[in-house]
C-alpha cells in the first residue's frame, strides 16, 4: 500500500504515472477542487467517483488562485492535500499550479472528469472556470460526469465553526442572512448591467513613490528618504470610471485634463475598454498629481505634493461642456458626479447637473486641496449622496454631531432618496426619504491603503441606489466594495463583478 505522503506528487509525476496506467488499461478517474474542509460530502463524492474506474487522481486548488472569499482558504495547500491523501479510496493527489484545471486535464489525459451534482448546470457557475474545463475535457476526449448526493458547503460549515471574523460580525450577518436571500442580493449586481452611467469629476493621478527613511539632514531639521521605486495609477474620477464600468452597460467619462503634462495617452490607456469619454482641456494648466511619498516597508505615508490648478476651466469652455452633457445626457439614466474640489465640476455645472440629470449621485471629497471649503452643501439637491463621517463633521462644523440626526437633516436639505455617510472600521450608516436608518458594519479585517476606497463604495452603491436597493443591502453591497478596495494599493485595479459576487457568497453561505 502508497503511504499518505507517497501519494502526493507533482503534476509532472502525475503526467507520468497516468501514460503508465493507460499502457495498463486502466480506466483512470479526476477530481478537481479547493476542498478546503473536508467533509461527509466530499467523501461521497469521491466515493462515486472511484467506482467509475480503476485510478482515482485527486488535484486540488492551489492557495494563491482560491477565489471564494476573504479568509480563504481556511486551510493551507499543504494541509488541504495530507488530508485528501489520508483518504483510501485516493490514489494520488496533486496540487494545481494553475488557475483551473484546464492544463492539468490536458497533461493528465483522464477517461472520467467528475464534478459534484451542484455543477450540472454548467450556466449558473458564475466563475466560467466549469464551461472551459468542459471543452478541453471534449478536446481530449474524455467523459464529464457528476456524482448524485447530498450536497453539503464547506463554505457554510466554515463560516459557521471556522469563521475568522469577529463575533459581533458574525452574530450581523447571522442577522442579515435571516432577512435576505443570497440570490436576490446576486441579481441585484446583475441588474446592474442594464444602466447607461455618465460619471464626471476630476481626474487625479496618483504617483506613489517608494522611499526608506535614512535620517535628518545635518543642514536643515529635515526628513531625508532614499528612493527606492514608484508607481503611477490613474485615480479620482477615472477609477469611478473603471470601477462602474466593470458592473453597468455603458459608461460615459466627463473630465478636465491640463493643456500641459496632460497625462493624456497613460489615462487612456487604463480606461476600460467599455468606456467613452470627452476630455475637456484647461489651457495653461497641468492635470492634477498627487505625489505620495511612502515608505517602502510599513506602507505608512511620509508627506504629498500636490501639483494642481484647482481654478477649472474657463467660462467658455465650461459652457462648451454642459453643452456637450446636454446632448449627451437623455442616454443615460445615471449621472455619478465624483467632486474631488479640484475645479472640474464648476459652481455653474453643479446647477447644470441638478437640473438635468435623471438621477443624480454625488460625492463631495474633503481633502488637503480643499478643506474647509468644498462640503456636500455645495448641492442642493440630489438623488443619492455619499460623504466620509469627518466630511460630516465639516459641514456641521463640529465634531460632536448626533449622527442620525445630521444625516436626516442633509437628507432633507438634498432631497435624497438615500443618504450614506461612511465610518471606515466602523462601517456605514443610510437614512431615507421614509426615514429609515440603518448602520451596517465593516467587513475589511486587512487594510492595505485606504485611497480610493470610498471611490469604489460610491461607483458601485450608486448603482445599487438608482435601482431602490433596499437600504441595508445598499451598505452591504458597499461595505463589500470597500473591503476590497482597502487591500488594493491605490487605484491598482478596479472592483469587478466577481470578486464582489465571491466576498457576498464567502459572507452568506
Keep these: 500500500m502508497i503511504s499518505n505522503t507517497d501519494k502526493i506528487k507533482t503534476i509532472d509525476e502525475l503526467q507520468l504515472i497516468s501514460n503508465q496506467k ?5 480506466k ?20 462515486q467517483a472511484r467506482k467509475m474506474g480503476d485510478v482515482l487522481i485527486v488535484t486540488i486548488t492551489s492557495d494563491i488562485y482560491v477565489d471564494k472569499g476573504p479568509h480563504r482558504p481556511a486551510f493551507d495547500e499543504t494541509l488541504r492535500a495530507e488530508a485528501i491523501a489520508s483518504l483510501s479510496i485516493i490514489d494520488y493527489v496533486a496540487i494545481n499550479p494553475w488557475a483551473t484545471a484546464e492544463e492539468t486535464l490536458r497533461l493528465i489525459r483522464p477517461h472520467f472528469y467528475v464534478k459534484g451534482s451542484e455543477f450540472k448546470n454548467i450556466s449558473s457557475d458564475m466563475t466560467g472556470k466549469i464551461a472551459k474545463e468542459e471543452q478541453v475535457v471534449k478536446d481530449i476526449g474524455a467523459t464529464l460526469a457528476f456524482t448524485e448526493d447530498i450536497v453539503f458547503s464547506s463554505s457554510n460549515l466554515i463560516n459557521r465553526y471556522l469563521s475568522k471574523l469577529p463575533e459581533e460580525i458574525n452574530n450581523y450577518l447571522e442577522l442579515f442572512r435571516s432577512r435576505y436571500n443570497l440570490d436576490e442580493i446576486l441579481q441585484i449586481l446583475d441588474k446592474m448591467a442594464n444602466l447607461n452611467v455618465l460619471v464626471i469629476g476630476d481626474t487625479i493621478i496618483d504617483d506613489y513613490q517608494y522611499c526608506k527613511a535614512i535620517g535628518i539632514s545635518s543642514k536643515d531639521p529635515a526628513l531625508v528618504v532614499k528612493y527606492n521605486s514608484h508607481d503611477i495609477f490613474a485615480g479620482g474620477v477615472i477609477a469611478v470610471a473603471n470601477h462602474v464600468a466593470n458592473f453597468a452597460k455603458s459608461v460615459k467619462l466627463v473630465t478636465v485634463l491640463g493643456e500641459r503634462d496632460s497625462y493624456e495617452d497613460f489615462i487612456k490607456s487604463q480606461l476600460k475598454s467599455t468606456i467613452s469619454f470627452k476630455f475637456a482641456t484647461q489651457p495653461n494648466s497641468p492635470t492634477i498629481v498627487k505625489r505620495r511619498f511612502i515608505d517602502g516597508y510599513s506602507f505608512n505615508k511620509l508627506f504629498e505634493v500636490y501639483v494642481m490648478d484647482d481654478t477649472g476651466l474657463p467660462k467658455e469652455k465650461d459652457i462648451e461642456l454642459q453643452n456637450y452633457i446636454k446632448n449627451e445626457i437623455s442616454n443615460y439614466d445615471l449621472v455619478i458626479a465624483a467632486d474631488f474640489g479640484h475645479g472640474a465640476i464648476s459652481k455653474d455645472m453643479v446647477s447644470f447637473l441638478e437640473t438635468y440629470s435623471p438621477f443624480l449621485s454625488v460625492n463631495t471629497q474633503a481633502n488637503a486641496g480643499n478643506r474647509g471649503f468644498h462640503t456636500i452643501s455645495r448641492y442642493s439637491r440630489a438623488d443619492y449622496a455619499c460623504i466620509a463621517e469627518h466630511e460630516l463633521m465639516l459641514e456641521m462644523r463640529t465634531q460632536n454631531i448626533n449622527l442620525r440626526q445630521e444625516m436626516m437633516n442633509i437628507r432633507n436639505k438634498l432631497g435624497c432618496y438615500q443618504f450614506v455617510v461612511t465610518r471606515g472600521r466602523n462601517g456605514c450608516a443610510i437614512c431615507d426619504k421614509y426615514g429609515e436608518f440603518v448602520h451596517v458594519p465593516a467587513f475589511a479585517q486587512k487594510v492595505v491603503d485606504r485611497v480610493g476606497a470610498g471611490d469604489a463604495f460610491l461607483s458601485v452603491a450608486s448603482l445599487a441606489s438608482s435601482q431602490k436597493v433596499p437600504n441595508e443591502i445598499l451598505c452591504f453591497i458597499g461595505n463589500v466594495v470597500g473591503a476590497l478596495a482597502v487591500e488594493i494599493i491605490g487605484n491598482k485595479k478596479s472592483i469587478d463583478k466577481l470578486s464582489v459576487k465571491k466576498y457576498i457568497v464567502s459572507l452568506l453561505k
Excluded at 493507460?22 to 486502466?26: N, P
Excluded at 483512470?28 to 466515493?47: A, K, M, N, Q, S
Design 22 to 26: 493507460r499502457l495498463e488499461g486502466k
Design 28 to 47: 483512470i478517474v479526476h477530481c478537481h477542487g479547493v476542498f478546503d474542509l473536508l467533509h461527509i460530502g466530499h467523501i461521497r463524492y469521491f466515493e
